[in-house]
Structure formats: C-alpha cells, structure tokens
C-alpha cells in the first residue's frame, strides 16, 4: 500500500492521559500536515512540515499538542494531558510540493477521551 | 483570513439525477486554488475536482464538474448522472497559491445522499 497511513485507528483514553499517534506518508512526500475535525465540521489545519522542519503551527495547537517528524519520513503527534474538547478525528495528509498538487490524505485516527 | 462557507448540511438526490452542492468562500487574494473533496463513511478523504482562480474555464472530471464564479466568489459541484457510491460527505476547500505552507481551509461539508 503506497497510501498514507496512520496508527491506531481509533483510541479511546481517560481524561488526563497522554496520546500518540503516528503517520506515515506517501515515502517520496517531503510535505506533511495535521488536521484535526470534529464532529460536523471540516478538518481544521493544525501543523505543517517540510522534511523534518516544523514550519507553521495553528493557534489551534495548543501547548500540550506536540508534533515531530524525525528524520523527514513519519510523523507524531502527541497530546498531554487530554481533555474531553480533544476528542477529535485527527487527520494527517501529505503532499510532494507545489501548491496545485493534490494532498493525500490518510483514513484518520479518531480518538474519544472519557 | 480566508473562510470557505457550506450552508446546505445535507442533500439528497435520486439516482441517475443530477445534483448541484454549493460553496461560498472569501479571501483578499487573486490567486489562489479550490478544490472538491469527498469523505466516504469511514474511508479516507480523496480529491474530487481541482480549480486554479486564474483560469476562466470551469474544470471537469467525468461526471463532476464545477461552476466557478470568481467574482462572487462561488464554487459549485454539480454531480450529473449519480450513483449510490456518490453518498458520502463532501468539502470545499481552499488554498493560497503563494507561499510553502500549501495548507488546506475547509467548509462545513454537506453530507450527500442517494436514493436508489
């Protein structure tokens, strides 16, 4: 499978748990953002990196989210501290450059904190 | 900033028809690119249609196409002879066409239905 992926699936945690998730990009991909969407709406852009650069983060990001691309192949996205409000589909696309190339997006992991 | 509105939350079409899914967006930029995404149930998002705001004519693929008005700044997706595998969730999205960070803003979506 040539496609993004990304893991678990879906987690459920208790409130004040820390979480991680990984994704792993299409390989020759240099681009690669998080999203996060919620339930009726539109996935919200949280971070963007170019290789292992983290170059934009959203205000949406806020200081217990943490990101990492080590190396410019996968990434994580850690949450510390979670809280019911960071229940969420967290969506993970990349992109080879070029602003009218296509973002691939990969399945989601969809994480419910009680 | 830029927003990307979607006022219908659901549709419905018979199929065969042809349907028509509208967005608003806005933005200070003249440049810029939209696109049509479409989110099965518990399948990844994949890319429907592209359409670059420096081109006049309307992009199509196959049985989608779009109606874009750059100066009132609209952009709709008709689907034309629909199939039960068009039901899923649909997004407008927007992007700058300047600048490295090539990030996407979304609309609500519309959730679309097919009535066999």
């Known amino acids: 499978d040539t496609g993004v992926s990304q893991n678990p699936r879906h987690k459920i945690t208790k409130r004040g748990q820390n979480v991680t998730f990984r994704c792993d990009p299409i390989?020759?991909?240099?681009?690669l953002y998080w999203y996060r969407q919620t339930l009726g709406q539109g996935p919200e852009f949280l971070t963007y990196?170019?290789?292992?650069?983290?170059?934009?983060k959203s205000r949406l990001l806020s200081d217990r989210f943490s990101a990492e691309r080590p190396k410019g192949s996968f990434s994580t996205l850690e949450i510390q501290r979670t809280e019911q409000g960071d229940s969420a589909m967290y969506l993970c696309?990349?992109?080879?450059?070029?602003?009218?190339?296509?973002?691939?997006f990969g399945p989601g992991t969809r994480l419910t904190v009680l | 900033a830029q927003t990307v509105t979607q006022s219908q939350p659901e549709m419905s079409v018979q199929e065969a028809e042809t349907v028509t899914l509208s967005c608003t967006y806005d933005t200070s930029e003249s440049d810029y690119y939209l696109f049509w995404y479409k989110q099965p149930p518990s399948r990844q998002m994949i890319l429907v249609i592209r359409q670059e705001a420096y081109k006049q004519q309307n992009a199509t693929e196959n049985r989608f196409s779009v109606n874009f008005q750059k100066a009132a700044k609209s952009f709709s997706l008709k689907i034309s002879d629909s199939q039960l595998g068009d039901a899923a969730m649909y997004f407008c999205?927007?992007?700058?066409?300047?600048?490295?960070?090539?990030?996407?803003?979304f609309g609500k979506g519309i959730t679309l239905s097919v009535r066999p």
């Open positions: 990196f170019q290789n292992e650069a983290q170059l934009e």
């Open positions: 696309a990349s992109h080879s450059g070029g602003n009218y190339n296509e973002q691939f």
């Open positions: 999205a927007y992007r700058r066409s300047s600048g490295a960070n090539s990030k996407l803003t």
């Open positions: 390989s020759e991909h240099n681009r």
